[in-house]
Each structure stands twice: as C-alpha cells, then as structure tokens.
C-alpha cells in the first residue's frame, strides 16, 4: 500500500506544488490523543474493524502529509481512501476519487 501512496503523493507534489503539512493535521492529532473519558463514564469499546481503519488512516496519514496542497484535511483524504478501498476501490483509485472529492488536482498522474 505504501509504494501506491508514495507514487500518488509524487503525483500530487508535482500537481500541486511545494507542499507543507497543515496546522489542522497537527490539530487533529493531538485532539485525538486528547480525548480521554469522563472519570464516572466507561471507556469506549472499539471492535477490531475500527482499530484496523485507524491503523490504516494512520499510515496514509504518514505517506501523504508532506504531499497534499496546505490547508487539505489530510484525515478526511485518508478517511475517505481507506473507506473506497474497503468498499472494494483499488487503493489508486480509490486515492483519485477523493483527491477529485475534495478538489486536489489530479493532473500529471
């Protein structure tokens, strides 16, 4: 999965320019890690297919960062490409379509 993300996150520098990892990829991050549950609540449950998803949208998160125009939701472009992937995309395509989703150019893939 890492080589169709370095050949599209290639793709997308050269589509887009010299790009940066947003503050709000930063923001999501430590927002995440932040969380914790009320002191008289339960911790939240998580089934295999969530910490999987996770793990998966994490990696494209390490692959695509630096890649992806300033001020792109780097979570939701991995969040929407490992949920094409799973409802059957190939990862190329299933990249594609949310870069067209969110309006990342394309051109010179």
């Known amino acids: 999965m890492r080589i169709i993300f370095c050949g599209l996150s290639l793709a997308l520098l050269a589509a887009c320019g010299d790009a940066t990892t947003s503050n709000a ?5 430590a927002n995440m ?10 911790a939240p449950s ?3 297919a969530d910490l999987r ?9 390490q692959d695509v960062a630096l890649e992806l125009p300033t001020g792109t939701d780097v979570y939701g472009f991995c969040g929407c490409a490992v949920d ?7 990862e190329r395509q299933a990249m594609e379509a949310c870069a067209t989703r969110m309006g990342i150019s394309t051109n010179g893939m």
């Not at 998803?53 to 998160?61: G, L, W």
């Open 46 to 48: 998580y089934s295999d």
């Open 84 to 90: 094409n992937m799973t409802g059957g995309r190939g």
């Open 53 to 61: 998803r996770a793990d998966e949208i994490s990696e494209c998160v």
């Open 25 to 29: 990829a930063n923001d999501s991050i």
């Open 33 to 42: 890690t932040a969380a914790e549950p009320a002191a008289n609540s339960a």
